[in-house]
């Protein structure tokens, strides 16, 4: 089962976004808007299930840390606080030749256009953020950001969710939603847009602990990764040079993924010190500081955050999945996604439209819809449904044959490795529910 990948691999992940309804180029009947993208009904799918993992593993299976949805429109303030307006910039540089713009920091030979070789005007700072106006009237007073980040949310609720949930440090606050940036260069498909979404954790620490704390996170979260079935030779860790860290980190480590355009970040873990609740105590005058009822100290905790994007994990677990398989006398196509975040969990397919055979597969579907996304298929022969079904990640496919009408049994076959299983009808949920499960 050689894998083949080659340069295009990602013209191929486009094409086969679209055509499968994973996702398309947003108002794309006006000619498209450059990085949006609209999830279709099995990217949302798959989306979901990335999310609900990672909400899984973070919030619902853990006494120590708490879920949070914070508005996405802030009090102007914040961004102030968290050192947004003075510093989310990038430098932008515009070529006087081709006209194209670009991020200075990204460019190798700094002055020299990468497309024409043309000159390169002056670098200007350039802030990210999305600027609207709140209310009726276009003034400096009413200027709102849409976030840049989902972790201010969390910062300015420390207090809130710590006393209403009774938390004692160390506790974390995990939040899933959407951030939006203004940048310079979009591309790679998903890989950088300027409206995405980001898993992010803050975990709250008392100050002297956050090394150890740190270390533990960064474990836990290239564990996540693993779980998701993504290929761990792919998979490092860079750790952040001095030069390279934010203003707010004594210490960043990303993991990256090596995409076919690029070993790039897919998560960032940092050190945040204690310089957002100590920057939001100045700018709010409200203390943001924790007492601590055992030792009887009052400090302005740690915080460790751990920063992922949903939109680059989901093509990250695409590229990774995406196989052509060279059989004898054709290619087979197929998606080797993890169980637990294939948008559709099992076809269910009548080997013949005859026999009574439809109608007991359509009664195998309505039994499992209740638990999972499935799907029927009855069109065209066995082997080019399994096969619409391995190019979008389904990882079982159900047949009802001759032999289910004698013993009430199916056939399993399995994508990945095409072997084939009897089980029983009333024995399918049993058998799902064990591959299905989330891993340990
Ligand atoms: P980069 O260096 O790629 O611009 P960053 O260091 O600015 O990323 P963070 O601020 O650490 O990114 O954001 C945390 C995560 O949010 C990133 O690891 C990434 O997964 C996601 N993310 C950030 N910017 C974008 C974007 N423009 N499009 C899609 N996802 C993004």
């Not at 992940?13 to 009904?41: A, H, M, N, W």
């Not at 975990?203 to 704390?213: I, N, S």
């Not at 001095?242 to 897919?266: R, V």
Request: hydrophobic share 35%; proline share 4%; glycine share 6%.
């Amino acid at each position: 089962m050689a894998k083949k990948k080659n340069d295009s691999i990602m013209d191929k992940i486009v094409s086969l976004c679209k055509r499968k309804g994973f996702i398309f180029q947003s108002s794309e009947i006006y000619g498209g808007i450059t990085s949006c993208y609209d999830y279709g009904p099995l990217g949302i799918e798959m989306k979901k299930n990335i999310k609900d993992y990672w909400w899984h593993i973070m919030v619902r299976s853990r006494s120590d840390i708490e879920g949070l949805d914070a508005a996405i429109l802030m009090h102007p303030r914040v961004w102030e606080a968290s050192g947004h307006v003075s510093t989310f910039t990038d430098p932008l540089v515009d070529c006087k030749k081709c006209k194209n713009r670009f991020r200075a920091d990204q460019i190798e030979n700094r002055g020299v256009c990468p497309t024409c070789g043309g000159e390169l005007t002056e670098e200007r700072q350039f802030n990210l953020m999305f600027k609207t106006f709140m209310g009726p009237v276009e003034n400096a007073a009413s200027v709102v950001y849409l976030r840049p980040e989902t972790a201010q949310g969390i910062y300015v609720n420390f207090l809130n969710v710590q006393q209403a949930m009774r938390q004692k440090i160390p506790f974390g606050i995990a939040q899933i939603g959407k951030a939006f940036r203004n940048e310079i260069t979009p591309g790679n498909f998903t890989f950088r847009t300027r409206e995405f979404e980001q898993m992010e954790m803050q975990f709250f620490v008392k100050p002297g602990t956050d090394e150890e704390w740190f270390e533990y996170w960064k474990e836990q979260r290239m564990k996540y990764y693993e779980h998701l079935g993504v290929d761990t030779s792919k998979l490092r860790f860079h750790q952040h040079a001095e030069n390279e860290l934010a203003h707010y980190a004594a210490a960043a480590f990303d993991i990256e993924y090596e995409f076919p355009f690029g070993t790039l970040e897919l998560e960032g873990i940092h050190n945040r010190t204690d310089f957002d609740l100590s920057q939001h105590k100045e700018y709010s005058g409200k203390d943001q500081s924790y007492f601590d009822e055992a030792t009887r100290e009052r400090y302005i905790p740690y915080i460790i955050e751990t920063s992922a994007g949903v939109d680059r994990t989901l093509l990250t677990c695409l590229i990774d999945a995406y196989e052509e398989e060279q059989l004898e006398k054709d290619t087979r196509v197929v998606l080797h996604l993890a169980p637990h975040i294939a948008p559709i969990k099992a076809g269910v397919f009548p080997l013949v439209k005859k026999d009574g055979m439809p109608e007991i597969a359509h009664k195998i579907v309505s039994d499992l819809q209740n638990h999972y996304l499935v799907f029927y298929d009855q069109g065209g022969a066995i082997g080019r449904r399994y096969r619409r079904m391995d190019e979008v990640g389904t990882p079982f496919g159900i047949t009802v044959d001759t032999q289910t009408l004698e013993d009430q049994t199916v056939t399993i076959r399995e994508r990945d490795s095409m072997g084939q299983v009897r089980v029983a009808m009333d024995k399918l949920r049993e058998y799902l529910d064990e591959k299905l499960k989330y891993p340990e």
